[in-house]
């Protein structure tokens, strides 16, 4: 084979992930709801707004309540599953959300799912390039591949029973 046409593989797939059974998209979302809610908690008992007044027990109660209406909603848009497709190739590993949308189209579905249903079809993607990469974790039993590349520079690899082993070697073949 001569240097100018040089073989490119490509591995592609899509996946359905489990919300609350994954380990990584669990953690990931407790980050996200966590962060805020928990820093709110703080800024509270910091001040001692917390202590001094019970409207700020309403203030919490509700901010619960909201947090406890958007994780229902967002089981009931995503139907506790995380739809991802993955491309493993030269240049890196992209992640691409794929697009999600409620199959009712009920008026109280539309006020319903306003939030979640605008964030569920925002299609978000990231590529992590092999020069990025820092370490690789290799779990085959959850056929889940943890890259790490610099500050906060992470992405979790999804694989199917089919392709855990075939993304695995190109994985160690690209990072050594």
């Known amino acids: 084979m001569s240097e100018n046409k040089q073989f490119r593989k490509t591995v592609e797939w899509r996946i359905h992930i489990p919300i609350f059974r994954n380990r990584p998209v669990r953690k ?6 966590g962060l805020p809610f928990g820093m709110l908690l703080l800024v ?5 707004t917390f202590t001094k007044s019970l409207d700020t027990i309403y203030i919490l109660g509700l ?4 947090l406890l209406l958007i994780a229902l909603n967002a089981m009931l848009v995503f139907r506790r ?15 691409e959300s794929q697009q999600v949308q409620p199959k009712n189209d009920s ?4 006020i319903t799912f306003m939030g979640t249903g605008l964030l569920s079809r ?15 974790e290799y779990l085959p039993e959850k056929k889940t591949i943890l890259l790490r590349g610099g500050f906060a520079r992470k992405m979790a690899v999804f694989c199917t029973d089919q392709n855990y082993k075939e993304v695995e070697a190109f994985i160690a073949g690209k990072v050594g």
């Open 44 to 48: 509270l008992f910091s001040n001692g």
């Open 28 to 33: 990931q979302l407790e980050t996200a709801i």
């Open 81 to 95: 599953t995380y739809d991802v497709h993955f491309v493993v190739n030269d240049e890196g590993v992209l992640y």
């Open 122 to 136: 925002a299609r978000q993607s990231a590529l992590l390039e092999w020069s990025e990469v820092k370490s690789v």
């Open 63 to 66: 901010v619960s309540s909201a």
């Open 107 to 110: 008026p109280t579905s539309e």
